[in-house]
């Protein structure tokens, strides 16, 4: 699927108002999370971004459902804060600055021994505050071991069903291994509301790398583009 159509779709999903799950497949390095960022500033520039919270979440190392639940949290800022690094000024100011002071809490508390348990707690409690926002998990192929793609598909399914959320999912499906490949195909269809195959033609490759458009460059870099693709699929 083209570029311009990726995005087309994107858009439809970040400005609309139904909770949904859309899912963003491609090759490493094709620009899925540039396209999506990108997508979702704009729509933040044209008051069109329909949420109050956001959350992004790349599940590299994340190695539990506990953790990914957490992540969810911690990473969340206001929807007019996308773009913006974690700061005072966004801790006092967003939609979700009572979250933010929770984790200030939670990370002293979780190198005290005798408070570990208490709070893992609330930890869990914190999770429950998750609820009518746009959330993007990425790198779904660069998971823990331990943490089970149907387990994160299952999370998915209850945050858009029970909570009112958006979620986007980013991966290279051509990158799972083992049960995870399996797991996928068995349960995707059943969470996924919309998928897209990320995948730029070499004209496309080149339009984004090269702003100033000129066509000398242009010419000679979609040939060897081109050259490329055709060695890697012959």
Same mark, same amino acid.
């Given at each position: ?11 439809? &999903? ?6 949904? /799950? ?8 094709? $620009? ?16 069109? #971004? ?6 992004? /979440?790349? @599940? &590299? ?11 969810? &949290?911690? +990473?969340?800022?206001? $929807?007019?804060?996308? $773009? ?11 939609? /979700? ?5 929770? *984790? ?11 408070? *570990? ?7 869990? /409690? ?6 009518? *926002? ?24 209850? @945050?858009?069903?029970?909570? $009112?959320?958006?979620?986007? #999912?980013?991966? +290279?499906?051509?990158? @799972? ?52 693709? &055709? @060695?890697?699929?012959?």
């Amino acid at each position: 699927m083209s570029i311009e159509l990726v995005k087309k779709e994107i858009t439809r &999903f970040i400005t609309s108002h139904k909770p949904a /799950v859309i899912c963003i497949k491609g090759a490493w390095g094709v $620009g899925k999370t540039y396209s999506w960022n990108e997508c979702l500033h704009s729509a933040q520039l044209s008051g069109k #971004l329909d949420c109050a919270s956001y959350s992004y /979440v790349s @599940l &590299f190392g994340l190695d539990s459902l506990e953790q990914l639940k957490y992540a969810i &949290f911690e +990473n969340s800022v206001s $929807g007019s804060a996308i $773009g913006s690094a974690a700061s005072l000024e966004s801790i006092t100011s967003n939609t /979700v600055s009572i979250a933010n002071r929770w *984790r200030k809490s939670l990370g002293w508390l979780s190198v005290v021994p005798k408070a *570990r348990d208490f709070a893992a707690v609330l930890q869990s /409690v914190a999770f429950l505050s998750v609820r009518d *926002r746009l959330i993007c998990i990425d790198d779904i192929e660069r998971k823990g071991a331990h943490l089970a793609i149907r387990d994160v598909l299952g999370l998915i399914s209850q @945050l858009a069903d029970q909570r $009112g959320c958006k979620i986007a #999912l980013i991966l +290279n499906d051509g990158a @799972l291994q083992g049960s995870d490949i399996e797991d996928f195909a068995r349960f995707n269809e059943k969470v996924i509301d919309v998928s897209l195959d990320f995948s730029p033609t070499s004209r496309e490759c080149v339009s984004v790398a090269l702003a100033d458009k000129s066509v000398s460059w242009h010419q000679h870099l979609e040939a060897i583009l081109s050259n490329l693709t &055709f @060695l890697i699929s012959g």
